[in-house]
């Protein structure tokens, strides 16, 4: 099973970012999908879930109204729509699978992580 993350890079604030998720191995079209980033000295945070179908998503409230997290499941790939970022964005990207179909925002509800993708943001 493998989570591969791409899609990050650096941007000047108020730019935009598409990170994807590709999902190989099985199917994770009856789990829910998270977005996790680790900043600088900082520890993992949560950014992000969907549910298994895609009908409830919800963020933390430093990236709500910026950032939007899809999901397609015939491709097995969850995607996060980054817009207006900011410095304090810069972090490392992780995309993870959850143990079960119900959202979940903190790291033991997910079993599967992928590698991380860095996302640099500069003023």
């Known amino acids: 099973v493998q989570l591969q993350a791409s899609g990050g890079g650096s941007v000047q604030a108020g730019g935009s970012l598409r990170l994807s998720c590709a999902a190989s191995?099985?199917?994770?079209?009856?789990?829910?999908m998270g977005w996790f980033r680790r900043g600088p000295g900082s520890e993992r945070e949560f950014v992000a879930a969907i549910s298994w179908r895609g009908g409830t998503r919800y963020y933390a409230e430093p990236v709500k109204g910026r950032f939007t997290i899809s999901r397609d499941s015939a491709k097995n790939t969850l995607y996060l729509q980054m817009n207006s970022l900011k410095p304090e964005d810069t972090a490392i990207y992780y995309c993870a699978c959850a143990r079960s179909s119900a959202i979940a925002s903190t790291g033991d509800q997910y079993h599967y992580w992928g590698q991380g993708t860095q996302v640099t943001v500069s003023s």
């Open positions: 191995g099985r199917t994770f079209s009856n789990n829910a």
